[in-house]
Every structure is written in C-alpha cells, then in structure tokens.
Nanobody, 124 residues
Framework: QVQLVESGGRLVQAGDSLRLSCAAS????????MGWFRQGPGKEREFVAA????????NYADSVKGRFTISRDIAKSTVYLQMNSLKPEDTAIYYC?????????????????WGQGTQVTVSS
C-alpha cells in the first residue's frame, strides 16, 4: 500500500525557516511527479510547488516563488520543501502528493496519492 508521510511542521515565527519532508513508500518514486499543496484555515486547498519525475524541473505558486524550494532525494524516496522567510499567511496544513509521470502543472485532482498532512503555523 502506497504511503506518503509528511513531517517537519511546527509553530514558527514570521521570518523563520522550516523544512518539510515527505517520505514515500511502496511506489516507484522516480516515476512520480511530487507536489506540495496546502490548505489554510477557511481556505481551499492550493498548489505550492512540484518537482517532475523526469528532468526534475520545478514549478511554484507565485505566492511562494523565491522563498520556497522543492527538492527530492530519489535514493531516499523523499521530497522536501524548504521554506524561508515564512509569513503568517503561510499558515496551513501542508500535504504532499504523487502523480504518476505527471506534469508539474497538473492540478490537484490529477494526483494519485496524498499524505495526511503536517501543520505549519507562522506567528506574527
């Protein structure tokens, strides 16, 4: 059974940095585009970042561009989200997701597997 397990979320102050991890199991990690999504309080789920399965190219939401970096370690079947210069509006539950041979532009509904999420809270 495929599992995506996120970790690293916690309470931080505005301006701090945080790195989220998502460990995947029971899937051929190198064949999956990995994405990060988030859902803030009272908000709909939104795309944050993705890294492609093939060339490793990336895509970011405008709201995080220049502050967040997505990366992956194929040997560890893990995808990371390095978040710098955090803002209170980054407060959300962060989910990782996997899309078999997907595009970094794929919408959320095209992703095949999802993790349970990790809470990130940024205080002002």
């Amino acid at each position: 059974q495929v599992q995506l397990v996120e970790s690293g979320g916690r309470l931080v102050q505005a301006g701090d940095s945080l790195r989220l991890s998502c460990a995947a199991s029971q899937l051929t990690f190198s064949a999956y585009t990995m994405g990060w999504f988030r859902q803030g309080p009272g908000k709909e789920r939104e795309f944050v970042a993705a890294v492609s399965w093939s060339a490793g190219n990336t895509n970011y939401a405008d709201s995080v561009k220049g502050r967040f970096t997505i990366s992956r370690d194929i040997a560890k079947s893990t995808v990371y989200l390095q978040m710098n210069s955090l803002k209170p509006e980054d407060t959300a539950i962060y989910y990782c997701a996997a899309h078999l041979r997907g595009s970094v532009l794929s919408p959320a509904y095209e992703y095949d597997y999802w993790g349970q999420g990790t809470q990130v809270t940024v205080s002002s």
